[in-house]
């Protein structure tokens, strides 16, 4: 399979005022490294002030990266969106979290749709209206929808909509950022059984940004999980939930309510939770999460560990699989 | 279980006035809770689940929501004849209520010392308000919600704590004084899931600690099952099926509450299913029979017309469905 995205060592740096010693930056994202497989779904994971939306949001080139690159079919598209070339823009689309918010009330949705077949596609009058019309029968909606406004219809629909948009440029790869949390459940599974549905149909490539680790286990291929910025973990999506490696990947998936017992017998033995995520303007030395983590040893609040391969395509970025670890044991017993 | 109910709601409807008429929302709902008992109530978004819960404390808006039949009985009293001093009594000492916000329920111009104390100042009788005492309560109710630091945080304004430590002050305001129910409106829903965890994990143990019940309001079934006795699920406006919560996720009767289940996705993996067609039906003009009908892919001409009957199944288990008449 071939590398359709990658991230080399991206870094997004937001300056959030001063001090004595200099502009005080929040960084959020700070050395990320992923390669994205065409044709897959890759998983981000991550609690809220984690950078995962400000990862996909550079990624879509609303930001320009602080540092690193962004190589989208080995090409660099590390600068904003409005210096990036049609051609490039209609490869790249995003759908929102909040479908209430992203979709104009002012517009009918056949105008909504019609902006990005005119654009990307120079589509116009019937042609558009078929388009469109094709695009809403994607993600069975009637015909009719094309007259109404985004107000008078329900959540999973509009969230609908935003999808046939994003898929109105015939893009490759698609972002999804939180697509379903601002959703019922019942009408989550109905939107996700759709992306994978579209997912084969139109062969894309997603990248899935979520909170929820019940359902990134159900679309991804893989998942990355990421904390203050930077990946902990990345393994494929069985794996990642039947041997998880990092302490904080076992935290998240023992805190997850289940609704059976099978599941219960799934999640590691309780870590319990502890401590917050703290402000990514302050973000603690060496590993970011040695404050909240269950299993820290003196080297981890000073070292930063470096990303490991444990076992094939499963990697983890933690001290206890870096030779660190074995120097801090032999500290401690002789200490 | 317990035997003592300590809160009983019969046939209660809430309507809201709007233009072009009323909005039905809650209808002929029959809810109990056992003295110590952890009750879940859980459905979807605008099922009316928190219409009922501000229906118990009488904080509905009062200029356009109507309650036209019902009775919700706390401890032997109908809390929809209360007075004003009756209710105020009810609110400071009987039923405390935690909603899912904790950044709009707590008042950004005060400090969070100002907000806390004045809950204690009025839970206490007149004579015992002195300020050394109150505060002293207050620093002892933050310690059992465990926030480090108390002083500092009495002194600081709700923008300067996280999420988290703002749900634990709302917690701490609500079993500062002992109550006997404590209504939880989905205390962990806008927090990330480790903070969620611990927050359940506080509420478990204060709960358990203090003998308190407390009804807790979640559209999680998942958060539902880890902290409650028993569970009514709910939709548009009625409770479809009450049961001990193993048995609900066991064996599910309600055709809603088996769409919504099988809507869970699951960690185990497998894909989820199809969801359920369709939406919650519109306020104005609800079905006539069974509110859950149109959506329904097991409905017949007697579900069009008739509302089901609650029907006991045995062994605690309830569901509102034709499907179960013997």
Known sequence: MAVILECRDLTKYFRVGRNKQGPVYLRAVDGVSFEVQEGETLGLVGESGSGKSTLAYTIVGMYRPTGGHILFRGQDIGMEADRRSMALKKEIQIVFQDPGSSLNPRRTIGQILGLPLVLHRGLRGAAQEEAAIELLRKVELPPEYLLKSPSSIGGGEKQMVAIARALASEPSMVVLDEPTSALDVSVQAKIINKLIALQREMNLTYLFITHDLSVIRNVATRIAIMYLGRLCELAQAAEFFEQPEHPYTRMLISSVPVISDEEERLKPKKVESRGEIPSPVNIPSGCSFHPRCPERASVCSKVNPEMVLVRPGHYVRCHQFTSCWSDTKKVGEIG | ?326
């Open chain 2, 1 to 326: 279980m317990p035997e003592e109910i300590l809160l009983d709601i019969k046939g209660l409807n809430v309507w809201y006035r709007v233009y072009g008429g009323y909005l039905k929302v809650v209808h002929n709902l029959s809810l109990q809770v056992y003295r110590g008992e952890r009750v879940g109530l859980v459905g979807e978004a605008g099922c009316g689940k928190t219409t009922t819960m501000k229906a118990i404390l009488r904080i509905l808006p009062e200029s356009v929501a109507h309650i036209p039949r019902g009775e919700i009985i706390f401890r032997g009293r109908d809390v929809l004849k209360m007075n004003r001093a009756e209710l105020q009594k009810l609110r400071s000492r009987g039923i405390a209520m935690i909603f899912q916000d904790p950044t709009s329920a707590l008042n950004p111009v005060f400090t969070v010392g100002e907000q806390l104390e004045d809950v204690i100042r009025f839970a206490l009788p007149p004579e015992e308000r002195q300020k050394k005492r109150i505060h002293d309560i207050a620093v002892q109710a933050l310690k059992e919600v465990y926030l480090p630091d108390q002083e500092r945080i009495l002194q600081s304004y709700p923008v300067q704590l996280s999420g988290g430590m703002r749900q634990r002050i709302c917690i701490s305001m609500a079993i500062t004084t002992p109550r006997e129910l404590l209504i939880a409106d989905e205390p962990g829903t806008s927090l990330d899931v480790t903070i969620q965890d611990q927050i359940l994990r506080l509420l478990r143990e204060l709960v358990e600690k203090h003998g308190t019940s407390i009804i807790l309001i979640t559209h999680s079934l998942g958060v539902a099952r880890q902290m409650t006795d028993r569970i009514y699920v709910m939709y548009a406006g009625s409770i479809v099926e009450a049961a001990p919560s193993a048995t609900l996720f066991k064996e599910p009767l309600h055709p809603y509450t088996v769409g919504l289940l099988a809507s869970v996705p699951k960690i185990s993996g497998g894909g989820i299913a199809e969801g359920i067609p369709g939406r919650i039906p519109n306020y104005l003009n609800p079905p006539n029979g069974c509110r859950f009908q149109p959506r329904c892919s097991l409905s017949d001409d007697r579900c069009l017309s008739q509302s089901p009957p609650i029907l006991d199944v045995g062994g605690g288990h309830y569901v509102a469905c034709f499907r179960y008449e013997r």
